[in-house]
């Protein structure tokens, strides 16, 4: 089916309770394969591109050091990848872009063909904040894209979004920021924290996400709330990174178990992306050991000498970029290459599956109540918003 808003997703954990896992893919085998182990569970799919996987999609290894063009074709890449997956799937998917930048990369997203964006206006002061995600709601939502915003800091790095320390989401300020802007979902802190190094037995605020949703119930205020910096980080799979020749130190995640307390205190989607990085390193790490010769295989040796060069590293784009076509478009998936995607598939399945299962989504997929960009467009425009 086409791709659908993110906004009927998310209306159905709020009616039947559960929360919506949100995966990032940074290649077009880990698109195929997160939405294929969604039909599996016949769960809903939500597919993240952050802002600088964009600009990697758009073939700049150095995405950090992305412009918006390559945005803008990194944009279009996954988007041409996922709807084509999702064109003959029984189940909804959602194309999201996580951690918009700015107003310019979250239209480069919509024009690429993402149906969800976020606007990461968090470190700026409220007024601020409140100004750049309503521009990119009235943008969007006339275009029947839902939008995500975000409100309080989150502490650690991922995809290069960094801050130092955190800041929790004040409720009284997140009803205000939910009425002043009218965003479909908003990202709050309550001691999440990206990247790998979470710290160990981490305690979410679960108070924070039941004050908000309570003052929202009071308001009449439509909304969801997300977590980001959500991943578990599984020991085992560090474990064998570093048995197999890695060097990865004091990776520690969010426990399942505290994620899914918050889930009954009003937190609907969950954003993973550390999880699957792990696990396509440890299947790569792995798939040199039992084939060994692939190390002086001329199409995919260079990803071995990036593996062995940067033992600390778990992000596969670190080591892609030997076959960036492959990842770009999916062209040349065969012979050894095909080893390397079939690596990154089985990893993306191996850490999806689990948390979709734990987060409650398998089986929900029939009961999105369905709705096209342009019936979200008339929706929005009948709401006001």
């Known amino acids: 089916m086409p791709l659908v808003p993110l906004r009927p997703v998310l209306d159905a954990t709020v009616k039947y309770g559960y929360a919506q896992g949100a995966f990032n ?8 394969a997160v939405i294929a182990v969604h039909e599996m569970f016949r769960s809903p799919a939500i597919l993240q591109g952050a802002d600088l996987a964009n600009a990697f999609m758009g073939g700049r290894v150095d995405f950090a050091n992305g412009t918006l063009e390559d945005k803008k074709k990194g944009a279009r890449n996954i988007a041409e990848a996922v709807k084509k997956f999702a064109a003959n799937s029984p189940i909804p998917v959602v194309l999201h872009l996580d951690h918009g930048k700015n107003f310019d990369s979250c239209v480069a997203a919509i ?5 969800s964006v976020m606007i990461d206006g968090s470190s700026l002061p409220f007024d601020e904040n409140v100004e750049i995600t309503r521009e990119v709601v009235k943008y969007a939502h006339a275009r029947g894209v839902s939008v995500e915003g975000e409100l309080g800091v989150l502490a650690g790095v991922e995809d290069h979004v960094f801050a130092a320390n955190s800041t929790y989401t004040n409720p009284l300020s997140a009803i205000e920021f939910f009425k002043k802007t009218g965003v479909d979902a908003l990202a709050i802190s309550y001691g999440t924290m990206h990247g790998a190094s979470k710290g160990k037995d981490v305690k979410l605020r679960k ?65 993973v992306d550390t999880d699957i990085r792990l696990a396509v390193t440890r299947n790569f790490r792995e798939l040199f050991r039992d084939h060994p010769e692939l190390k002086d295989d001329p199409k995919v040796g260079g990803i071995w000498k990036l593996l062995d060069e940067k033992r600390d590293a778990f992000d596969p784009r670190a080591f892609l970029a030997p076959i960036m076509d492959t990842v770009m478009y999916g062209t040349g998936d065969e012979g050894t290459v095909a080893l390397i995607t079939d690596a990154m598939r089985r990893g993306v399945k191996e850490a999806v599956g689990t948390l979709i299962v734990e987060f409650g989504s398998y089986g929900k997929a029939p009961l999105v109540e369905m709705a096209s960009l342009e019936n979200m467009a008339a929706r929005y425009a009948k709401e006001g918003v």
Do not use: F, R, W
């Not at 893919?25 to 195929?32: D, F, G």
């Open 25 to 32: 893919v940074n290649a077009v085998a880990q698109a195929e």
């Open 111 to 115: 024009e690429g063909g993402y149906t």
């Open 207 to 271: 108070e924070i996400p039941i004050a908000i949703k309570e003052c929202m119930n009071h308001e009449g205020i439509q909304g969801v709330l997300v977590s980001h910096g959500s991943s578990t980080v599984p020991q085992y799979i560090v474990n064998e990174i570093n048995a197999l020749g890695g060097d990865i130190k004091n990776a520690y995640g969010i426990s399942k178990e505290e994620l899914k307390a918050a889930i009954p205190c009003g937190i609907g989607k969950i954003n």
